[in-house]
């Protein structure tokens, strides 16, 4: 069974600049979180989807961070305008339901300059 | 809000030895899950050991076994015969039964050294 795909692995931008990671989920899988790393502390879990519907965004910096997961299954997580504190790892996961257990994707790194 | 504490930032320990990683959190919750996952060096998070706060047991998975304390708040992760393969970045994780949210910890390195 193929694992949680995501890309890119590495982004290197600027402040100001833009940037979108992708997210394939395990097959099959309804529930699909986006959780921010930052170097020295715990996932920070940003965004959950149940199939296409928004569960949880609380933590999401709305005036800077959008994600959809259009067809409910790919997702994508959007920065607009990037700013230095984000600079993270970016980690997909998903579960087959809610409280199952959560299988988490290799990350995205995000580094701002 | 919940939180989680792991007040051991690092710990090593030699190849076939037991070690003991610690984690206290705070809830007001009386129904929740408790996790243990294993980030190595440059690969994925995986999880290694579940704790559903209505057992009473404790939770264990070969090598890998659980001290769960729920009235302390304790959920502490007990690695039997260490293998290098046990290095990594662990973290201790909540999870309320209301929501599917999980609530991590700043983690423990362990390092296993021959």
């Known amino acids: 069974e193929a694992g949680v795909a995501q890309s890119p692995r590495y982004k290197i931008i600027e402040k100001r600049q833009s940037v979108a990671f992708w997210c394939n989920p395990i097959s099959g899988h309804a529930t699909l979180y986006w959780y921010q790393q930052i170097l020295g502390q715990g996932p920070k879990l940003l965004i959950q989807f149940q199939n296409n519907g928004v569960v949880d965004d609380s933590q999401l910096p709305k005036d800077r961070f959008s994600a959809e997961r259009l067809k409910g299954v790919d997702s994508t997580l959007k920065i607009q305008p990037a700013k230095l504190e984000d600079s993270a790892v970016y980690l997909c996961?998903?579960?087959?339901?809610?409280?199952?257990?959560?299988?988490f994707g290799p990350g995205t790194r995000l580094t701002v300059l | 809000a919940q939180t989680v504490t792991q007040s051991q930032p690092e710990m090593s320990v030699q190849e076939a030895e037991t070690v003991t990683l610690s984690c206290t959190y705070d809830t007001s919750e009386n129904n929740y899950y408790l996790f243990w996952y294993k980030q190595p060096p440059s690969r994925q998070m995986i999880l290694v050991i579940r704790q559903e706060a209505y057992k009473q047991q404790n939770a264990t998975e070969n090598r890998f076994s659980v001290n769960f304390q729920k009235a302390a708040k304790s959920f502490s992760l007990k690695i039997s015969d260490s293998q290098l393969g046990d290095t990594a970045m662990y973290f201790c994780?909540?999870?309320?039964?209301?929501?599917?949210?999980?609530?991590f910890g700043t983690g423990t390195r362990l390092q296993v050294t021959l």
């Open positions: 996961a998903s579960s087959p339901s809610r409280y199952n257990e959560q299988f």
């Open positions: 994780a909540f999870m309320k039964l209301s929501s599917s949210k999980l609530t």
